[in-house]
């Protein structure tokens, strides 16, 4: 049976039963203990994570970081598969020289980045940053909070 290490939290989940179907085949699913996925990794989180993926087939990695270590530890390593666009937390070079290889998923989060702008357009455009400032001073001056309607 393949082993899935997955990378991720409650702050960036992977839905399981979704990557289990697309399978379409048995796998077991891993997932470390949050203070693995950090980033930069720290020694400790380093060492724990490459006793989890000895057997690991791939990685779906949503935080942290895929270190030369993590990569070289997971000797059946195939694949990271990134959920998003970035490679920036994955070591390129370790994965090429190992045949292990790096995808990403472009699109996969347009629709939470196009709804960040849309938020912080109205934030900034109603100058609700000055509006909590002047608030938690005891403070309402309409007049400079106005802002402007979109």
């Not at 690991?56 to 970081?65: D, I, K, N, S």
Request: aromatic fraction near 6%; charged fraction near 20%; charge should be neutral.
């Amino acid at each position: 049976m393949n082993q899935i290490v997955l990378l991720a939290n409650d702050s960036a989940p992977i839905d399981k039963r979704a990557l289990l179907n697309g399978l379409g085949q048995p796998a077991d699913l891993v997932q470390p203990p949050d203070f693995c996925l950090t980033k930069p990794l720290k020694q400790d989180a380093e060492r724990v994570l490459c006793s989890l993926v000895e057997s690991a087939h791939a990685f779906v990695f949503r935080v942290g970081q895929v270190t030369e270590s993590l990569i070289h530890a997971a000797r059946h390593l195939r694949i990271v598969a990134v959920h998003g666009i970035g490679t920036d937390s994955v070591d390129i070079t370790a994965a090429s020289k190992n045949g292990v290889y790096v995808t990403v998923t472009p699109g996969t989060n347009s629709k939470a980045v196009a709804e960040f702008v849309f938020g912080y357009l109205l934030f900034a455009s109603r100058q609700i940053h000055e509006s909590i400032g002047l608030l938690k001073k005891g403070q309402w001056d309409e007049a400079r909070i106005a802002g402007t309607e979109l």
